[in-house]
């Protein structure tokens, strides 16, 4: 993953999980609910609008036909979910607490797919494994809350948790793209020629 995005991304979710820290009293899984809802339609309207429409130089679009098909499916799949959590938004009220806990988990699996594959050629502490761990206990924790009447419990301690996971990501770009820069700087070791079969024979006849 590049080191920009890798930063964006951990920038973006550091900023989500103090906001949910600060507002936990004001947070609540209806309103949680009608962001996403809201949310889901915005984002599916922006992909129609923006990434969809968009156009090249000479007027093509920037996307083949089966891309442009799975995204109008895409994009109508997100709208159709965010009328529904508005419109039937008690239903969806007591699914709050297990959507953070996946939110959460695949957080871990990010990290973990990080430490593994993604930071290449650089290899990050093991310590660091602690984080995907530590992510992999709060979505259990969040599991274990009664639905509904734990909202403050389950908004700490996502907030916590996303601030967490946006904190070491920093640290973790820092630390590969550190590790990057000593590998550009290192000298490489000259390349051995190896003697072709006619050089050696002529060498003999000599």
């Not at 806990?101 to 494994?129: D, M």
């Not at 948790?161 to 793209?177: C, R, W």
Request: hydrophobic share 55%; with cysteine; charged share 10%.
């Amino acid at each position: 993953m590049k080191g920009r995005n890798l930063i964006l991304m951990a920038t973006a979710t550091l900023a989500v999980g103090i906001l949910m820290i600060i507002f936990r009293n004001a947070l609540a899984s209806y309103s949680v609910v009608i962001g996403c809802g809201i949310l889901f339609i915005l984002a599916g309207v922006a992909n129609v609008t923006v990434f969809l429409g968009s156009r090249d130089k000479n007027g093509h679009a920037r996307i083949g036909a089966v891309g442009t098909a799975i995204g109008w499916l895409a994009s109508a799949a997100a709208v159709v979910l965010g009328v529904v959590m508005v419109l039937f938004r008690t239903v969806f009220e007591t699914m709050v607490g297990y959507m953070f806990a996946v939110l959460l988990l695949f957080g871990a699996l990010f990290q973990f797919c990080l430490l593994l594959f993604g930071s290449k050629p650089v290899k990050l502490s093991s310590w660091f494994f602690l984080v995907p761990m530590a992510l992999c206990g709060a979505a259990v924790y969040i599991f274990m809350q009664q639905p509904g009447r734990s909202d403050y419990t389950i908004m700490l301690t996502t907030g916590i948790s996303l601030a967490f996971f946006g904190l070491m990501t920093l640290v973790e770009a820092a630390s590969i793209s550190a590790g990057n820069r000593t590998l550009r700087k290192a000298p490489t070791a000259p390349a051995v020629e190896e003697h072709k079969p006619e050089v050696a024979a002529e060498e003999k006849t000599e």
